[in-house]
């Protein structure tokens, strides 16, 4: 697209950006004394128009009015842009469905029941609507469930992560499908963009694709490697088939070598890892890469779908950041342990 036809979006996200928390703010919110401190220093914030509706508002209603926020900016977004960027940013939103039928599919796996998976936070978007979204909750089994999702894109690889389910005993494959078959269309989107913003939309999506890529590979270390290696998302971007395999094979080490492109980012992680088996720490570590990335698309002129992208990923942190401080103070946890919790904006190196 040209210039023109991002001026308008590109200023609109401008004056969308300006609300978005800062590293101060996300820090207030963490020192704050206590839970009802924390909740009243949010409702100062751009989120306190619908929090002032609620009385008292408990954990599940704070996660409800930050989800539909980011909702609503990714609305804001497609109704300003036209053309093939429009076309992208609805495909993208599609991850939104797929974090809802995740979210359900993992719970009803877990055996837990329908107020705990409510719980997540599911918010109706797109084709699962707050009716199918009621109708999945009701499923009794993980079966049913698959079975409710007849006439819905996710129907087929669901039935095919089934399969797998019942034969490993584990639902990585199932979820990993679902993630496959977003991030597949998310990719052959791509093509249909010009060429600056197709370069764009790769390195961001693709830096994605990685990390989902790279976090499966460990985590499906005991599991069969050709099976597995079927389960990732391609094309490749920066990391390989041939790393992938190794890390199931169990070999890491891969990973602390000078050629890996983000060796940086999963050194701390792996340290972890090697002495506990705990992978959170290399998550938060590709999560700070994909961050700093979407930052970067700030810099320079702003008229491109980097843009776009860059803000909803933007904002999709800046929840995350403060459902995860929002739970830390409901649970009294320590100041410090909360911040261990959180990617703050200037932190992302």
């Known amino acids: 697209m040209s210039v023109k036809a991002y001026a308008f979006v590109s200023a609109r996200i401008g004056a969308m950006r300006s609300y978005l928390l800062e590293s101060a703010g996300i820090k207030s919110l963490i020192d704050a004394p206590a839970w009802e401190d924390a909740v009243a220093l949010l409702k100062d914030s751009e989120y306190g128009r619908e929090l002032g509706k609620l009385r008292s508002p408990d954990i599940l209603d704070i996660e409800e009015v930050l989800t539909k926020s980011l909702l609503r900016d990714y609305e804001k977004?497609?109704?300003?842009?036209?053309?093939?960027?429009?076309?992208?940013?609805?495909?993208?939103?599609?991850?939104?469905?797929?974090?809802?039928?995740?979210?359900?599919?993992?719970?009803k796996v877990l055996g837990m029941s329908r107020e705990e998976i409510k719980e997540q936070v599911i918010i109706p978007f797109g084709k699962i609507t707050e009716l199918r979204l009621s109708k999945m909750l009701e499923t009794e089994s993980v079966e049913e469930l698959v079975e409710s999702m007849r006439n819905t894109p996710y129907y087929t690889?669901?039935?095919?992560?089934?399969?797998?389910?019942?034969?490993?005993?584990?639902?990585?494959?199932?979820?990993?499908?679902?993630?496959?078959?977003?991030?597949?269309?998310?990719l052959g989107a791509i093509k249909s963009l010009s060429e600056r913003d197709r370069k764009d939309a790769k390195r961001l999506i693709g830096t994605e694709v990685d990390a989902k890529n790279l976090l499966l590979a460990l985590r499906c270390q005991n599991l069969d490697e050709d099976k597995v290696v079927k389960l990732f998302i391609k094309p490749w971007y920066r990391i390989k088939e041939n790393v992938l395999r190794t890390c199931l094979a169990g070999n890491i080490e891969v990973l602390t070598s000078k050629e890996f492109?983000?060796?940086?980012?999963?050194?701390?992680?792996?340290?972890?890892?090697?002495?506990?088996?705990?992978?959170?720490?290399?998550?938060?570590?590709?999560?700070?890469?994909?961050?700093?990335?979407?930052?970067?698309?700030?810099?320079?002129?702003?008229?491109?779908?980097?843009?776009?992208?860059?803000?909803?990923?933007?904002?999709e942190n800046e929840i995350r950041n403060i459902i995860a401080v929002m739970r830390g103070k409901k649970d009294n946890l320590d100041p410090e342990d909360i911040k261990k919790l959180v990617i703050l904006p200037g932190e992302a190196a």
């Open 77 to 107: 977004i497609i109704s300003s842009s036209g053309g093939e960027s429009r076309k992208f940013i609805e495909t993208i939103g599609r991850r939104f469905e797929v974090g809802a039928v995740k979210a359900v599919t993992l719970g």
């Open 157 to 186: 690889p669901m039935r095919k992560g089934l399969t797998s389910l019942k034969e490993e005993g584990t639902p990585f494959s199932l979820l990993a499908l679902l993630d496959q078959h977003v991030y597949s269309e998310i």
């Open 261 to 315: 492109p983000y060796l940086k980012y999963v050194e701390p992680g792996l340290t972890v890892y090697r002495k506990t088996g705990s992978l959170t720490e290399l998550e938060m570590g590709m999560k700070k890469l994909v961050l700093n990335l979407n930052k970067s698309m700030f810099h320079g002129d702003r008229f491109h779908i980097g843009v776009l992208i860059g803000y909803l990923n933007l904002k």
